[in-house]
């Protein structure tokens, strides 16, 4: 079993910026595709990012050009790099993994492990 802890949210202004980090640990061998997920109060789940083992992304068109994914294999660690915040970016912020032998995992449903979410406050 894999468990994930998600770290860095917090309260910023405006066009303001945060680093979530997503710190995984247990059985952490395989080449996972790591993603991030939001959920604002009251809409849906959005899958807002993604990284496989390679390296390969994918960013949601609602935030392109100002989010950013990025991992670290040596640490298990995957990152979310927020510029140019704003109001519609407050969610709470969760991680999670799917085994994807390399590839990049697209599809929410074959993300099975979960973190426990890290709130994103944006003041205007």
């Known amino acids: 079993q894999v468990q994930l802890v998600e770290s860095g949210g917090g309260l910023v202004q405006a066009g303001g910026s945060l680093r979530l980090s997503c710190a995984a640990s247990?059985?952490?061998?395989?080449?996972?595709?790591m993603g991030w997920f939001r959920q604002a109060p009251g809409k849906e789940r959005e899958f807002v990012a993604a990284?496989?083992?390679?390296?390969?992304?994918w960013v949601a068109d609602s935030v392109k050009g100002r989010f950013s994914i990025t991992r670290d294999n040596t640490k298990h660690t995957s990152y979310l790099q927020m510029d140019n915040l704003g109001a519609d970016d407050t969610a709470v912020y969760y991680c999670?993994?799917?085994?994807?032998?390399?590839?990049?995992?697209?599809?929410?449903?074959?993300?099975?492990?979960w973190g426990q979410g890290t709130q994103v406050t944006v003041e205007d």
């Open positions: 247990g059985r952490t061998s395989g080449m996972f595709t």
């Open positions: 999670a993994n799917a085994p994807a032998l390399g590839e990049l995992e697209l599809s929410p449903p074959k993300y099975k492990n």
């Open positions: 990284i496989s083992w390679v390296r390969t992304t």
